[in-house]
């Protein structure tokens, strides 16, 4: 009987929590936008109305979403990512980001129900307390970027990390989960969490769901899927070999850059599927410091920032502090590139843009587009790379050689004021990167922008798009 009540109180408390608890008008902000949905979920607002979720619907602070026999994904507005699972019920609790993080970012989320992967952004990368998600059970706190949460069905809160070390909290103790490891919070929340060898588990998508793209794709089986152009797992870790292709992007004040791996590149990746050195034909590139947002997707292709010190090839050992950051994507570029068709890619994932000088905070990519027009041979490519108060319009291109890319193009202001050196008017910008997966089914780009001032600042990131 214990255990029977604590389940209803706590799931009505979280129900309470997610549909009152916001009716405050001062949490009305834009959270995050659905990038994708298939089969059958809705939306709950604070008032109580639900409608239809749809792809490009705005996700506000407070919002229910509820998957039935569908899934959605959810890209917040500092980078971070949701992904909901069938028969989930997801609530944003308290959501705050102004496009830096200065103490005031919070991602309070509550999950009643289902299963949830997420990858975090900028919310909780220096203060792990701005993120969390509670269950029925526990609180999932972070020092990391990602994992997979699950309500069992009796309400035990298993969880499993794919990067960096999740924290799993509930009234009786609490325990670190780093990746590749699980985690349970039983139901009686007098017993404390406990490691696990108990894994979560997604249900296979709808057989009729058969050309929707999202982390977690199964076959109807069950089994994970083989990557092509209709199937996809995001969050696969890379794994170390030969083969690869690093584009790269970064900028001091003693140095910027932009560029790629010399030739094929023999890649070296840690268990969260981290680039941390690649050898090539000018020698060995390492990292020692911190890894900072990124993911990998399909296996195939990842990117990230790094601060710290980067070792070049012996030629050049800048470091790099949290306001800036040595930009990349890698993966094992397309064998077999498509001869035609015009084909949009959406954008999946980014780093953070950084400037040069370490003057100004790392701002979010809040806009990206790329189409690819194998036909012509030609890419084109529109950013906008935002922050504290003002951002940029990039318009770039570049022909296509091989799985590879290297063009550029113009940067202008796009709204506010930004400090003198990064001012920007008639700017040039560029990019480099490459496609990545059977049947060119992604991109990576490393890309740059270059102030027209009298003292240049560079802007520096990287981003990931997907067919």
Known sequence: MKTTTFRLSSRGALIAMISVAFANQAFANTAGRVQFVAGEASLRSTGGQERPLAQGVEVMNGDTLITRNGRAQIRFTDGGFVSLQPNTEFGVREYRYDGKADGSE???????????????GAIGRFNRNAYQVRTPTATVGIRGTGGLIEILPDLATLIRGSSGTWILTNPAGQIDVPAGTAGMAPPDPKAPPTPTDQQPSVPPPPVSDATFRQSDKTTETGAA?????????????LISGPGFLVSFAYGTTTGSSIGSSTGPADAVFNGAGQLTAWTDSSGITSFTGTHLEGTAVAGVMGWGRWIGSVDLGGRLTPTFGVNEGFHYVAGLPTASIPMSGNIPFTLIGATNPTGSDGTILPGTLTFGSLTADFTGGRVTVSLTPSFATWSYNVSMTANISGASMSGGGTASVASGLPPANYDCCGCSASFEGAFFGAGASHVGIAYQLSTGTSVPAKISGAAAFQQ
């Open 106 to 120: 919070r991602g309070f989320f509550a999950l009643v129900r289902g299963a949830m992967r997420t990858v975090t």
């Open 225 to 237: 899927c083989v990557v092509t152009a209709t199937c996809e797992s995001l969050g696969t870790p």
